[in-house]
């Protein structure tokens, strides 16, 4: 009887699970895929040094993590300040992932009203709607024209949002760049993107997750503000979000931080579990911040393997949106594109759950040379199915 019971739970459980729907890419659980392109992984994966110091920090799995994240923090702040940025250890808070402290930000903060780009990373809508919040669109890419919405655009929509927002709290979000069509914005539309929010006293956080990627990234950077004139010490108001998931490869380890003013980053550390960056993860990440050169070259290389990547999809008959980062967006008549290329082994993500895009959107990331050759090769072997099909 026991046993009848416990088998029809795990049945049950079994049940649940498939129904989980799966937004996001990397699903390789499913079976089957030897080419993952569904994920903006670094393509040279993690640097030898990180790999090297997580395996070597096994004999203090025993101990907890620092709670303080002391060594993390003044590494990070010693880096930032050898780039030109002033940032202090005390505007400085890491977790488990960028997107582990985008939730605890919003738990800290609790803004009423929230823009969030169109199309964006869907994270941002789950995280302000765990805490209720009214949430506009903010357009920063045309399905239509398959390119970016102009500067000037953009920060009309923004104006106008901060204009009806009295008297509650608001927040805009900024990716750059913006996850999935990878256009990126200048430092000069961040600067004035936060002149309207510190104008209407609203939160400004820019995800620069996949800024790394970019050849003049540290050009663009929000952290900027930090060195501007005017701030003592640091701009008040503004958030900068990022991880060393993408560009270290260590989305196993999971490890991001937030840069913010010592009040953002107290609210924020104060509601969290106070373990959230394992001894693994902070010893990877320590290691991380001595591979300039790994971003440097990496940056480089992802900027040629792009445009091959374009190359090739636009001559398949792909429009593809303009890329800066580690990924290609692009549109197809070929509704279910991806579901093809899965049972060929090949996971591209399905983009029609983006708000603004729909059926026929994919995003593939940039990896080697041979998958990129791969991946056209079995394009164009479902384009000839398809002609011989309706032949």
């Known amino acids: 009887m026991e046993r009848n019971r416990n088998d029809m739970m795990e049945h049950k459980n079994r049940e649940n699970v498939s129904k989980y729907t799966y937004v996001h890419g990397g699903d ?123 500067d000037d655009a953009v920060l009309a929509a923004v104006r106008a949002f901060a204009e009806h927002l009295s008297p509650v709290s608001g927040m805009v979000i900024l990716c750059n760049p913006n996850n999935p069509d990878g256009h990126v914005r200048t430092f000069d539309f961040v600067r004035r993107i936060f002149g309207i929010c510190q104008k209407y006293g609203m939160i400004l956080l820019v995800d620069e997750s996949f800024l790394w990627f970019c050849t003049d990234g540290k050009e663009r950077s929000a952290l900027s503000l ?67 050169e790994f971003v440097r070259k990496t940056s480089g290389e992802i900027q040629i393997r792009r445009n091959e990547l374009q190359s090739r999809l636009t001559a398949l008959g792909m429009r593809c949106a303009e890329s800066f980062a580690d990924f290609v967006l692009f ?39 041979e998958s990129c050759e791969r991946l056209a090769a079995e394009i164009g072997a479902i384009q000839k199915e398809n002609a011989e099909k309706d032949a």
Not at 241 to 269: C, H, S, W, Y
Not at 336 to 356: E, F, P, T, V
Request: proline fraction near 6%.
């Open 226 to 292: 930090w060195r501007c004139a005017g701030h003592e010490p640091e701009p008040s108001g503004l958030i900068v979000l990022n991880a060393f998931t993408k560009i270290f490869a260590m989305a196993g380890l999971r490890l991001g931080f937030m840069i913010a003013d010592p009040v953002i980053i107290r609210q924020t550390e104060e509601l969290r579990q106070p373990w959230s960056v394992s001894v693994p993860a902070e010893e990877a990440g320590i290691a991380c911040l001595a591979e300039r």
């Open 331 to 369: 549109r197809t008549e070929i509704r279910d594109l991806g579901d093809r290329l899965q049972k060929k082994g090949i996971l591209i993500r399905d983009c029609s759950n983006y708000a603004g895009l729909g059926e026929g959107w994919y995003r593939a990331a940039v990896k080697t040379r």
């Open 28 to 150: 390789i659980f499913r079976g089957g895929i030897d080419l993952d392109l569904s994920v903006n992984i670094n393509p040279f994966g993690m640097p030898e040094s990180a790999r090297r110091a997580a395996a070597e920090s096994m004999n203090r799995w025993e101990q907890y993590p620092d709670a303080l994240q002391r060594n993390l923090r003044n590494r990070m702040s010693e880096r930032l300040r050898q780039e030109g940025f002033p940032v202090r250890t005390d505007s400085l808070l890491f977790g488990n992932g960028a997107s582990d402290l985008l939730y605890s930000i919003f738990q800290a903060l609790r803004p009423e009203r929230v823009l969030i780009p169109i199309p964006g990373f869907s994270e941002y809508r789950k995280a302000a709607e765990n805490v209720g919040a009214e949430i506009t669109g903010l357009p920063v890419f045309s399905a239509e024209s398959i390119s970016a919405y102009d």
